[in-house]
């Protein structure tokens, strides 16, 4: 359900923006309830927001991984079975968000909803059958897939991610643009609630870094919506 409100973070009139990196497991249903929450999340602030939602992956992942989906993570064969699979799906999510971050996450929803944890029926056919769903063009995310570019850029993801200090999924990273402080990093536990909160504490601790300026002084305004305010989450930001 769509809240009727939106939130906005403002200090001198200057409404706040934020970017928010969530780090997935491709495969993950706790990874995709929070996606769910962020953009529940998005839904209930008015200000500007960058999101990117990246894949993380490597073996202590893919421990925790098998850990939340009660699978024997002490058989490395089948260690090395999901690990192949998860990576996979990984580069195939990067290549299809090639094509633009709806029809990304559109395939990386898809895609958490039919192995929902079931390796069994794992084939990369799969990827194409998704593209075709969705309508990415097939050829060239036949290309990219299977291209040196895609590996460099989920590289490149997996280096960000070790910058941030992710070490497992779900995780994500709230910076607000205007300050100069280190992002928040929440773990695991990503609800709206805590989505929200970890706003507050954000442009709160920027107000407070510039209290001694006296023209400074933070805002936060409720804005409700007017009944024909469409929910554009998917359309925006994804």
């Not at 706040?16 to 998005?42: A, D, K, T, W």
């Not at 209930?44 to 893919?62: C, E, F, G, P, R």
């Not at 069994?120 to 059958?129: L, R, T």
């Amino acid at each position: 359900m769509v809240p009727n409100y939106q939130v906005e973070y403002q200090l001198n009139g200057v409404p706040s923006s934020f970017e928010f990196y969530l780090f997935v497991n491709p495969l993950g249903m706790r990874c995709y309830h929070s996606e769910q929450e962020l953009i529940r999340s998005i839904n209930m602030i008015n200000s500007k927001v960058d999101v990117n939602i990246l894949t993380y992956h490597n073996h202590q992942a893919i421990y925790h991984f098998l850990e939340q989906i009660n699978i024997n993570h002490a058989n490395l064969a089948q260690r090395n079975l999901y690990y192949n699979i998860v990576y996979k799906a990984a580069v195939a999510y990067k290549a299809a968000s090639l094509q633009g971050k709806k029809l990304g996450r559109q395939f990386l929803i898809r895609l958490q909803e039919l192995f929902n944890h079931n390796m069994e029926d794992f084939s990369e056919e799969m990827f194409s059958d998704i593209a075709k769903e969705i309508g990415l063009d097939l050829q060239i995310f036949l290309e990219d897939l299977n291209s040196d570019f895609v590996r460099q850029l989920f590289l490149k993801d997996q280096k960000i991610a070790r910058e941030m200090q992710v070490q497992q999924t779900p995780a994500l990273v709230i910076f607000q643009n205007q300050s100069e402080h280190d992002g928040i990093l929440i773990r695991e536990d990503i609800t709206r609630e805590v989505i929200l909160e970890e706003l507050d504490n954000i442009v709160q601790r920027y107000y407070l870094s510039r209290k001694e300026k006296p023209r400074a002084k933070a805002k936060l305004s409720i804005i409700h919506k007017s009944e024909d305010t469409r929910d554009t989450s998917q359309e925006t930001f994804y």
